[in-house]
């Protein structure tokens, strides 16, 4: 079972040929036997005809002249003899009824037969029949001389009393395999086995679309649609797929409405607190609450550029990835960090001002969380390049460096208040990498410290 | 004379709140709810600056935006927008908003841009359309996006502090600028002290340009003096 293909490819065309070649060689067994039958009839009859010919030929001829005509027709492959006596014990087998209702058609008279036996034997050099083919060159008649005779002996009485025995030797064809037309089928087999590949690959190929756009759908709900043509069957799993899809995206897309109206309608009372809080006298209240406030200001914010994040109507353009990361380590180095940039990429086609925000905000967690000190390293590559920002901080525990993506998940030990944000950055990062065909991953970096790596594809 | 400010914004409270703040630093405050409000009021007296909301029953801002530009080329306008939504951004400023504020913003911000708009529409009163892209050597300084787009179509993002710089230079081409100057422009960045030499910061922006070579030919060193950009520039509106 280990030798089985494991695609429905692989399968299918397996059991088509399987199929196909259990069938051809059933289907040339029958023929060939079919033919070896036939053979055997043509070869009675004319065995019965001989024998009947012999019967009458003798009948008619007077008794003195009878020795000299049986050895006159004693040639192999046939032996006659008037020596023998009728002999007791006959073959009834139903060969030798058929035989003998076959002689007896071709007699005038009716005459007493039997059948002594009908057997197979090796046949000696004397009895090989020469007769069906002259024009044989020697060595292949060798070659295809039979091996097997069938020997019919058989006794008859003649009109006078007297007693023919005749020794009949019948070539048994070997088996003749008909090449041509088992060359035939064999092309026919070739070309059913290339024709039905190509139709299974082109059935089962929809299928590999339909898995692949179910592992893409987890990562990015606004791929495009799958291609609603093939089979019946096809078509129909790919409606049901685009429907889902777009079910999806329509019960996503109202939560997050949900989510977006409730930042967005935040932002007015926002404004008027604001203005509001400037009519108070100046004092420690006054300060805590626009604190709060800022603080509020971050979270609506946040949400809000994260639910943008995944649907950003900006244009991809060819991007300076370079210049892109000098300018944020700038800014970076504007707000206290020290940014060190190793190595360089070509450009690459991405959303500037998405691509800017997500890798600031994981420049902005290193500065933050990360001890001040960033390295920012890029590695090019044909089919992808990818944006290692690595800090010396404390690291984040192997278990929560998936969670630490989730939107509004902070760790424990940054929750405090004055470090401040939503706990959207990393959510934001990656929504915005995703968007790009890309991932964001956080890892462990050698020596200590947090290693964040950007993937984005070169498409 | 106080300078006269008409607010457009369909959130009465907000209308009033702003007022009162506006009007608590030296401005005449006129207000309105809606595009025909608007022009209503204009009507009455002309403002020295419209700050108009993005989000409005009715025209939206950016229609309101357009038309008040096509009327007049030299009311200045500001923006109130959803927040940081870039592309509003862009476009505001393609509609021809001199500025643009997201919601919600810090007061003590606004009554900045407030000034600083008023400033420079009283520094040249006869000024030309807010420009959205300046054209030199090859090169496109995209005012919306803060970018700049090469000839062979890449975009070179630049920091803060280099579209500060490169937009100052870009806008008075042929026109020596001194260290104090830059200074000055450079200053109005958003975070921390300003840590980095002018000289470092020409410097960057030379490599960003590819004119980092022995002698630069684009952004020049005026000895003494300052620097200077040395080519055509052309505004597209």
Known sequence: MRFLPKSLFGQIVLALVAGLVVAHVVGAWLMVDERTRFGERLRGQYAAQRVAGFITLLDGTAAEERRRVVRALSVPPTRLSLDEPWQAGADDSPDAAAFLRRVARELERSAELQVLSIRRATPRAEERPQFDRPHMPPHREAHAAPRFLVMVSAQARLADGAVLTIRQALPEPARDWPLRVLGLLALLAVVVALLSGWAVRRLTRPLSALADAADGLARNLDQKPLDEKGPQEVQRAARSFNAMQRALKAHLETRAQALAGVSHDLRLPLTRLRLRLEQLPEGEARAAMQRDL????????????????????????????????????????????????????????????????????????????????????????????????????????????????????????????????????????????????????????EGGGTTASVILPRR | MNKRILIVDDDPELRELLRGYLGGNGFEVDVAGDGAAMRKRMAVATPDLVILDLMLPGEDGLTLCRALRAGSAVLPILMLTARGEDTDRIVGLEMGADDYLPKPFNPRELLARIRSILRRAGENAARETPARALAFAGWTLELGARHLVGADGVVVPLSNGEFKLLRAFAENPFRVLSRDQLMDVLAGREAGPFDRSVDVMVSRLRRRLNDDGREPQLVKTVRSEGYMLAADVERRA
Do not use: W
Request: include cysteine; aromatic fraction near 2%.
């Open chain 1, 294 to 445: 800022e603080e509020m200001d971050a979270m609506v914010g946040g949400t809000l550029d994260y639910l943008r994040a995944g649907n950003d109507t900006e244009q991809a353009v060819k991007l300076n990835l370079v210049a892109l990361l000098e300018g944020l380590a700038e800014d970076a180095e504007a707000a206290g960090a020290k940014v060190s940039l190793h190595g360089t990429a070509q450009p690459i086609a991405a959303r500037p001002q998405a691509l800017r925000r997500c890798l600031a905000n994981l420049i902005d967690n290193a500065r933050r969380y990360g001890g001040g000190a960033v390295d920012v390293t890029l590695d090019d590559g044909a089919t992808s390049v990818e944006i290692r920002i690595e800090d010396r901080g404390a690291g984040i525990p192997a278990e929560e460096r998936e969670r630490v993506f989730e939107p509004y998940v902070r760790l424990e030990a940054s929750r405090a208040r004055h470090t401040g944000g939503a706990g959207l950055g990393l959510a934001i990062a990656r929504a915005i990498a995703r968007t790009h065909g890309g991932e964001v991953t956080l890892g462990e970096r």
